[in-house]
Structures are given as C-alpha cells and as structure tokens.
C-alpha cells in the first residue's frame, strides 16, 4: 500500500540544522509531485516546500533561503534540509503526496491524498 514515512526530526538550538528525510512505498516516486508541511501547536497547517516531478521547487517566504527540498527517485526519498532554524520553525513537519491529476506545485492540503505520521522539529533559543 501507499506510505510515506518521515524521518531526520530533533532538537536544534537556534540557527542550526536538520535534514528531514521522507521515504516513499507503494508507488513510483518520480511519477508523483511532493510536498512539505507543518504545523505548530494552535497554528494551521502551513506549505513549507513542495518539489515538482522535474525537480522544480517552491517556498514560502518564511522559509525561502534557509530550506532546500530535493528528491532521489532512485532510492525513492525527498529530503527537506532546514539551515538556520528558527524558534518558530517548531512543528510536526509532515511529508505528503500531491493526487495524481495534478502537475504543479500546491500549498493546499487539500489537493495531497496520502500523508506521513509527522516528525517533531523543536528548535531552541
């Protein structure tokens, strides 16, 4: 069955860095656009990367610059590497799959239809 299972979270002091890892099952990664999110306690779930099948990536200013999304087909894994971390970095930061119909990026939650269990990011100060 499909799964995506996110990996790489942990606590950082402020300005370090992490590298998330999502590792895909059940379907044929390079077929498929990806995306990052993440959400804080009381907060909505907010877009924080999202990678095209041909590698294009898209940010939110408030992470433009400090992450990098990336995919390897091959080994069927997209990375999130998050530089310079933020205290307001801190969330749950889910892995999700963009429904096949689509071709571009999305921010929208709603237009991804299978989602990983979430790995905590806590940066300190």
């Known amino acids: 069955q499909v799964q995506v299972v996110e990996s790489g979270g942990g606590l950082v002091q402020l300005g370090g860095s992490l590298k998330l890892s999502c590792a895909a099952s059940?379907?044929?990664?390079?077929?498929?656009?990806m995306g990052w999110f993440r959400q804080a306690p009381g907060k909505e779930r907010e877009g924080v990367s999202c990678i095209t099948r041909g590698g294009s990536a898209t940010y939110p200013d408030s992470v433009r610059g400090r992450f990098t999304i990336s995919r390897d087909n091959a080994k069927n894994t997209v990375y999130l590497e998050m530089n310079n971390l933020k205290p307001e970095d801190t969330a749950v930061y889910y892995c999700a799959r963009l429904k096949g119909q689509y071709r571009l990026c999305s921010s929208s939650g709603a237009d991804y239809d299978y989602w990983g269990q979430g790995t905590q990011v806590t940066v300190s100060s």
């Open positions: 059940g379907f044929t990664l390079e077929y498929y656009v």
